[in-house]
Structure formats: structure tokens, C-alpha cells
T-cell receptor, first 115, second 113 residues
Framework: AQSVAQPEDQVNVAEGNPLTVKCTYS??????LFWYVQYPNRGLQFLLK??????LVKGSYGFEAEFNKSQTSFHLKKPSALVSDSALYFC?????????????FGAGTQVVVTP | DGGITQSPKYLFRKEGQNVTLSCEQN?????MYWYRQDPGQGLRLIYY???????QKGDIAEGYSVSREKKESFPLTVTSAQKNPTAFYLC????????????FGPGTRLTVL
């Protein structure tokens, strides 16, 4: 069974400051890891993914995430947050051996960036 | 949201009625998924399908049904057996390449009156 934990319901940050959204995961095999963002009453937009290789993954809108196998974490980061980054962020994991491609999502973290 | 359409955007249903939510994709994806989103619970998988005329139950399939008669279409029916159907429903699709991400539609908000 696979699971994802996003320990913070909400993250508050001032515009221009670094933003970090935490994610830890559990899978029986090797993971594929994903970050998505959701704006109100919209679908999810893909930000980035870790498949293999370099532990630091760069994605859309200046976001990046660092895969840490020993800590089973995949935290999302942005060096300088914008007010427009305020949204709901989801981490998701897929077991590499799952042929059905099912994703397990975390509960989401609301990011609030204040001017 | 590009490539996947969901309709309607908002749907109101009386108790005891079945309703069908539409999901269409033009991405030539083999796999399609339905999720339910409730506040504070993330996304939960209802049904998924990899090929036409075949689909599998997800984690919360009770009270829902699907069909996959065409590769492009994966409609979801919320039946009267679903006890708490008010939620935001999201459809997604992906290719069968194992490391590919899922692409999401804009969602349908269902409210039971």
C-alpha cells in the first residue's frame, strides 16, 4: 500500500521569502513522485515529477523539489514566493511496480502568500 | 486543463436521482480516472480504466458507476445509492508510459439539494 503525508494544512509566507511545502511518502517499491497545484474551483495542474536520476527536480513557475530517499521525503520549494503562488498544493506518489498507474494523493497544503 | 473537458461545471441534484458527469479527452490517452475531492481529504480514487470496455474500482466506488465505450470518453454516474454525493469531481487521463503524469479536467461541482 502507498500513502502520502502533507503534515501542514496551511503554510503562510510573505512575498519574496522562500516557500517550502513538505511531503513524505510510503511505498512498497520505488516511487514516482509528483506535485500538483490547484486554484479555487479548478482542476489540478502538474508542477513537477521525480522519476529517477538527479534528486533535485525543477518544474514550472520556478518551483523545485528535492527527493530524499533516506527520509522518504519530496519537499516542494520556491526561492522567492509570489502572491500568485497562493493555492492548494498536492503531493502524490505512485509505486513504480503499479501497472495501473494509480496515484495516491496527500490531503493538500494551502499556501497563503501575503504582500 | 487543456485536452480534458468535463461537463457540466455545476450540477444540482435532488435526493434519489441519478446523475451522469461527462469526461472527454482528446489527448489520445489510454488511461482515465475519476476522483472525488472533499475539503481536507485530498483526492480519492473512484474508478479507473486503461482500455475500452474495461474498468476497475478504486477506493470509494460504492454508489458510483462508469462506462468506457470509447477511448475518449469516461462518464461517471452518481447513483441514488451514494449517501453523501455532494463533492467536487475530477476526471484525469494519462498515457500508459509508467512514469507519465496525469492530466486533469476542470472538475464538476455536484450539490445534492
Amino acid at each position: 500500500a502507498q500513502s502520502v503525508a502533507q503534515p501542514e494544512d496551511q503554510v503562510n509566507v510573505a512575498e519574496g521569502n522562500p516557500l517550502t511545502v513538505k511531503c513524505t511518502y510510503s511505498v512498497s517499491g520505488n516511487p514516482y513522485l509528483f506535485w500538483y497545484v490547484q486554484y479555487p474551483n479548478r482542476g489540478l495542474q502538474f508542477l513537477l515529477k521525480y522519476i529517477t536520476g538527479d534528486n533535485l527536480v525543477k518544474g514550472s513557475y520556478g518551483f523545485e523539489a528535492e527527493f530524499n530517499k533516506s527520509q522518504t521525503s519530496f519537499h516542494l520549494k520556491k526561492p522567492s514566493a509570489l502572491v500568485s503562488d497562493s493555492a492548494l498544493y498536492f503531493c502524490a506518489v505512485r509505486d513504480m511496480t503499479d501497472s495501473w498507474g494509480k496515484l495516491q494523493f496527500g490531503a493538500g497544503t494551502q499556501v497563503v502568500v501575503t504582500p | 486543463d487543456g485536452g480534458i473537458t468535463q461537463s457540466p461545471k455545476y450540477l444540482f441534484r435532488k435526493e434519489g436521482q441519478n446523475v451522469t458527469l461527462s469526461c472527454e479527452q482528446n489527448l489520445n490517452h489510454d488511461a482515465m480516472y475519476w476522483y472525488r475531492q472533499d475539503p481536507g481529504q485530498g483526492l480519492r480514487l473512484i474508478y479507473y480504466s486503461q482500455i475500452v470496455n474495461d474498468f476497475q474500482k478504486g477506493d470509494i466506488a460504492e454508489g458510483y458507476s462508469v462506462s468506457r465505450e470509447k477511448k475518449e470518453s469516461f462518464p461517471l454516474t452518481v447513483t441514488s445509492a451514494q449517501k453523501n454525493p455532494t463533492a467536487f469531481y475530477l476526471c484525469a487521463s494519462s498515457s500508459l508510459v509508467s512514469n507519465n503524469e496525469q492530466f486533469f479536467g476542470p472538475g464538476t461541482r455536484l450539490t445534492v439539494l
